[in-house]
């Protein structure tokens, strides 16, 4: 079975400092990887994918993540964090095979606060 | 992209009712989902949607507690039946075609009294 796992349940950083936000999944086979973000009484958004291609992947709002296949982690990351990115981060893999196509593992969420 | 509109985005109800929620997309998808994330927790997927047949449901959640409907590629419908205050979520409908990331509504906020 396919599963991310995000080890911190938050995350505190001044503003204008980088943000990281750890995930690490385990596949059996190619992974297919997402970044989600959550704001408050909001559904989730879209922040970036890893299917294939260059290991650093750019995203919305500034945010990047970098797929490191030998550690199996895909770590989001943002060189300068601001107050607005205040949010609960879902670290996702996609099944890609059998029954299970097209169903998203999500990890527990990692909670950022960005203080001014 | 696809854009989902879900209603309603939040209710009230008294436990032993039921309550659907209305998932509609913007395009025909191949895959519809219905999660459920618990207060302060991550997304639970409660089944699969299959259009013109009977949902897949995941471990744990059954259909008589949670019937799904999806008449066609556009539209779903999850129904919470004789709801207990353990039912209080956000229910989210989502899809995703092929190798696509996946989109969200703006979920249900249920809460049962």
């Known amino acids: 079975a396919q599963s991310v796992a995000q080890p911190e349940d938050q995350v505190n950083v001044a503003e204008g400092n980088p943000l990281t936000v750890k995930c690490t999944y385990s596949?059996?086979?190619?992974?297919?990887l997402f970044w989600y973000v959550q704001y408050p009484n909001r559904g989730l958004q879209f922040l970036l994918k890893y299917i294939t291609g260059d290991n650093l992947v750019k995203g919305s709002y500034g945010f990047e993540a970098e797929f490191n296949k030998s550690q199996t982690s895909f770590h989001l990351k943002k060189p300068s964090a601001l107050v607005s990115d205040s949010a609960l981060y879902f670290c996702a893999v996609r099944d890609v095979g059998g029954d299970s196509w097209g169903k998203f593992q999500f990890g527990a969420g990692t909670q950022v606060v960005v203080t001014p | 992209s696809a854009v989902i509109s879900q209603k309603p985005s939040r209710d009230i109800c008294q436990r032993g009712t039921s309550l659907t929620i209305q998932c509609q997309v913007d395009?025909?998808?191949?895959?519809m989902f219905w999660y459920r994330q618990q207060p302060g927790q991550s997304l639970t997927l409660i089944a699969t949607a299959n259009q013109g047949s009977e949902a897949t449901y995941e471990s744990g959640f059954v259909i008589d507690k949670f019937p799904i409907s999806r008449p066609n590629l556009t539209f779903s419908t999850l129904t919470v039946s004789n709801m207990s205050p353990e039912d209080s979520s956000i229910y989210l409908c989502?899809?995703?075609?092929?190798?696509?990331?996946?989109?969200f509504g703006q979920g249900t906020r249920l809460t049962v009294v």
């Open positions: 989502s899809v995703t075609t092929w190798n696509t990331e996946a989109f």
């Open positions: 596949v059996s086979g190619n992974p297919y």
């Open positions: 395009s025909q998808v191949t895959m």
